[in-house]
């Protein structure tokens, strides 16, 4: 079993912020399978099953906020109690613009509160999927810009980062994430 996890916040009022991003991405799968979204509780979140090319994968938003991901996470089984074999972690890029896109293993969390916790309870080698969405400009202004909207101009960037990582999804499903992760890197992380 394959599990994609969209980090984010819960609650409607976090719907439509750049932290949501990683909600985002997993909604447009799910759409892009004719899947939707329930809440299930053995995942401690809203999760949707995932059949393509005779592969079946899980769509986890967990419940809880975003800097809070990896302990509940860490906790969730497949339908059969076991635990999934390859995960993806999509999340959002202050460091790349609004368009940009990194998919990498490992290595540092770059000050990211979500994958921090990830990494304490699931270890650092992860696969992860980094939407861009971009800088405020000043490290004191990070938490409000990535708790609002994004500019109206930046949207449509980050929707079409969002629709080229999408492309990968057939290697991902296939388990070819090198592939993957160097295709998005040639279409330019910004």
């Known amino acids: 079993m394959k599990l994609v996890v969209g980090l984010g ?3 409607r009022e976090h719907d439509g912020t750049r932290h949501n991003a990683g909600f985002w991405w997993v909604d447009r799968l799910a759409r892009s399978g004719t899947s939707s979204f329930g809440r299930k509780r053995v995942f401690h979140g809203q999760a949707a099953k995932l059949i393509e090319a005779g592969r079946e994968c899980w769509l986890l938003k ?9 302990a509940r996470c860490k906790r ?23 368009g940009g896109g990194q998919a990498q293993k490992g290595g540092g969390v770059a000050g990211h509160n979500g994958l921090k916790d990830i990494a304490v309870h699931l270890g650092p080698d992860f696969w992860r999927l980094r939407i861009g969405i ?4 000043d490290r004191g202004h990070v ?5 609002n909207a994004p500019r109206k101009e930046d ?3 980050i929707r ?10 057939p290697l991902l499903l296939q388990g070819k994430t090198e592939a993957a992760m160097l295709k998005l890197q040639y279409q330019g992380q910004g």
């Open 62 to 70: 967990p419940n809880t906020f975003m800097n809070l991901s990896g």
């Open 134 to 137: 971009g800088h405020p400009g």
């Open 9 to 11: 916040n819960p609650g």
């Open 155 to 157: 949207f449509p960037l």
């Open 160 to 169: 079409e980062a969002m629709e080229r990582s999408l492309e990968l999804w």
């Open 76 to 98: 969730s089984p497949s339908s059969t109690g076991s635990r999934p074999r390859r995960s993806w972690w999509c999340t959002t890029n202050l460091i790349c613009r609004p």
């Open 143 to 147: 938490s409000n810009y990535v708790l």
